[in-house]
């Protein structure tokens, strides 16, 4: 059974960080694609960052240079350091691992809350 496991999340105040941790089992996340999306509240839910299985990083443009995907195969868990975050960061954020011999297997995670606010 795969499962994809967030934790991090919490409240921050504008300007702080958090580290977000999507641990992975069930699967390897080495043959992956690993990525963070984000869905705020009545908003559709976006691609923060991937990071290929090779090990390419892509974030979007709104979190350039404060947002960072990493992945440790070694512990079978990606993360998302998150820095000067801004209220418009607030979303639930969700792990997503896309198998790379089949691009349309799958695996979500249930999500965890980032809420920044004052």
């Known amino acids: 059974q795969v499962q994809l496991v967030e934790s991090g999340g919490g409240f921050v105040q504008p300007g702080g960080s958090l580290r977000l941790s999507c641990a992975a089992s069930g699967i390897r996340i080495s043959q992956y694609t690993m990525a963070w999306y984000r869905q705020a509240p009545g908003k559709q839910r976006e691609l923060v960052a991937s990071?290929?299985?090779?090990?390419?990083?892509t974030h979007v443009d709104s979190v350039k240079g404060r947002f960072t995907i990493s992945r440790d195969n070694a512990v079978n868990t990606v993360y998302l350091q998150m820095f000067n975050m801004k209220p418009e960061d607030t979303a639930v954020y969700y792990c997503k691992a896309q198998w790379r011999f089949q691009t349309n297997v799958n695996y979500w995670g249930k999500g965890t809350l980032v809420t920044v606010s004052s």
């Open positions: 990071v290929t299985d090779y090990g390419v990083t």
